[in-house]
Nanobody, 126 residues
Framework: QVQLAESGGGLVQTGGSLRLSCAASERSLSNYNMGWFRQAPGKEREFVAGIRWNGLNSYYADSVKGRFTISRDNARNTVYLQMSSLKPEDTAIYYC???????????????????WGQGTQVTVSS
């Protein structure tokens, strides 16, 4: 079982940047495809970005393309989300999630992920 812990959230002004980290307890993080999701108050959880187990392919929601970058360091058991040009509408709790790469590839649906972190709050002020 994989345990995930996000960090790096906080309060930032519009146009600012933050880097989120997701540390995994699993020694073989390379067995998992990873995703970042977010949930704003009163809204459903939505896909933000995903990355294949080997880091060779990444996927983004249209709303963050060109502004966010997902990456991973399997040797450090960590996945990152670099967020730039932040907007107030990016305000949400951000979650990282893992799914076995032996089942299927990166998914845009939160239902396909088996393991979740506790989330980290990102607030973008206008």
């Amino acid at each position: 079982q994989v345990q995930l812990a996000e960090s790096g959230g906080g309060l930032v002004q519009t146009g600012g940047s933050l880097r989120l980290s997701c540390a995994a307890s699993e020694r073989s993080l390379s067995n998992y495809n990873m995703g970042w999701f977010r949930q704003a108050p009163g809204k459903e959880r939505e896909f933000v970005a995903g990355i294949r187990w080997n880091g060779l392919n990444s996927y983004y929601a249209d709303s963050v393309k060109g502004r966010f970058t997902i990456s991973r360091d399997n040797a450090r058991n960590t996945v990152y989300l670099q967020m730039s040009s932040l907007k107030p509408e990016d305000t949400a709790i951000y979650y990282c999630a893992a799914k076995s790469r032996f089942v299927s590839g990166v998914s845009y649906s939160s239902k396909d992920y088996n393991y979740w972190g506790q989330g980290t709050q990102v607030t973008v002020s206008s």
